[in-house]
């Protein structure tokens, strides 16, 4: 079972994440939002659905 500590820690590191990733979205326009950055057609937009159906 995870401690308390660890529990507040994991906590803190997704807010600060969480923080990180909307601060870098700020401002985009939809086009580089749903602009594909990888090969893979990976683009910032499917991150933010991937973090948001995970957590």
Not at 9 to 35: C, I, Q
Not at 36 to 47: D, I, K, R
Request: charged content about 35%; hydrophobic content about 40%.
């Amino acid at each position: 079972m995870i401690d308390e500590f660890a529990k507040d820690n994991l906590h803190g590191r997704l807010r600060r994440d969480r923080k990180a990733l909307l601060w870098k979205l700020d401002g985009l326009s939809e086009y580089d939002a749903r602009r594909p950055l990888t090969a893979t057609g990976t683009n910032l937009l499917g991150l933010v659905k991937h973090v948001a159906t995970v957590e």
